[in-house]
């Protein structure tokens, strides 16, 4: 990322809050149960939050030719202690599967070799993928995320002038910085076990991209804003996204009512 540490917390804070309320309906999104500080012995002091993703548009075909609508129903807790943060998500539908992905950003342009201290055993079986959000690389779960399209090889910002991220960035933009992320999923499920985690790698990877894209592209949003700025952003938007899913259920009680008589 072309942003400093200190930018790139508030650009990652700005970002969620931003796409959130994008991609939320009432029907379908993001429902925030709960966002609050937390502080604990080995996953540190930071804010903890818990979320429902409600994805059923986004269910691939193969899966929902078997599942009901609700099978991409996901449970999230995420411990935010920046600069490290660790997210788990879970399905009740599949209740044997689990994602959970552990971050650390790092001042650096991506050469670090083991930042997160795995063992010789898990380093055999990593898979090291290197994600450039100035790629204008599409995919099926590209276009499933969602958000505006951004196009940052042609992007520059008026108020940092920072942009044009064409081949090879990386290699001479100051400010840099480094999103690493260790992604473990499992999904002990017999024959469809492999194509599900193949799925949600495919989704993760995409979500990383398209989300850091957009961290970015609006740099002009939020190159202003504090920390505090943000937090209270954040904190309207939870209450917006739980208001949407409020009056979604309204609706459908008053559907289910006028069914009924």
């Known amino acids: 990322m072309p942003l400093s540490l200190e930018e790139y917390r508030v650009a990652q804070m700005y970002m969620v ?3 959130q309320q994008y991609n939320t309906t009432g029907k379908e999104g993001v429902e925030v149960l709960e966002n609050r500080p937390f502080e604990d012995l080995q996953l ?3 804010m903890y939050t818990r979320k ?9 075909g193969w899966l929902a030719s078997f599942t009901p609508p609700n099978a991409l129903l996901l449970e999230e807790e995420a411990w935010n202690d920046f600069p490290n943060c660790k997210a788990v998500l879970k399905c009740p539908y599949f ?26 055993a898990s380093l055999a079986i990593r898979k090291v993928e290197m994600v450039d959000i100035g790629s204008d690389a599409t995919d099926y779960w590209s276009y499933m995320i969602g958000g505006p399209s951004v196009d940052l090889r042609t992007l520059i910002s008026k108020k940092t ?25 499992d999904a002990p499920y017999w024959g469809f076990g492999y194509q599900l985690e193949q799925a949600i790698l495919g989704a993760e990877r995409a979500l990383f991209l398209e989300s ?15 920390v505090e700025d943000v937090r ?3 904190l309207e938007t939870d209450e917006k996204l739980k208001e949407a899913f409020r009056e979604q259920a309204k609706t459908l009680n008053g559907h289910n009512k006028k069914i009924a008589c």
């Not at 650096?108 to 997160?116: E, I, L, T, Y």
Request: with cysteine; hydrophobic share 35%; aromatic share 10%.
């Open 95 to 120: 209740p044997r599967f689990k994602l959970t992905v552990d971050t650390v950003h790092v001042a650096d342009r991506g050469f670090s070799s083991n930042v997160h201290k795995l063992d010789d």
């Open 44 to 46: 540190g002091k930071g």
């Open 232 to 234: 209270q952003l954040e």
């Open 161 to 185: 002038g920072r942009g044009l991220l064409s081949a090879g960035w990386q290699d001479t933009c100051t400010p840099v910085m480094t999103a690493y992320k260790l992604v473990t999923v």
């Open 17 to 19: 809050a931003k796409m």
């Open 212 to 226: 850091h894209k957009h961290c970015f592209a609006w740099i002009d949003e939020w190159s202003e804003l504090s």
């Open 52 to 60: 429902v993703y409600h994805l059923q548009s986004k269910i691939p």
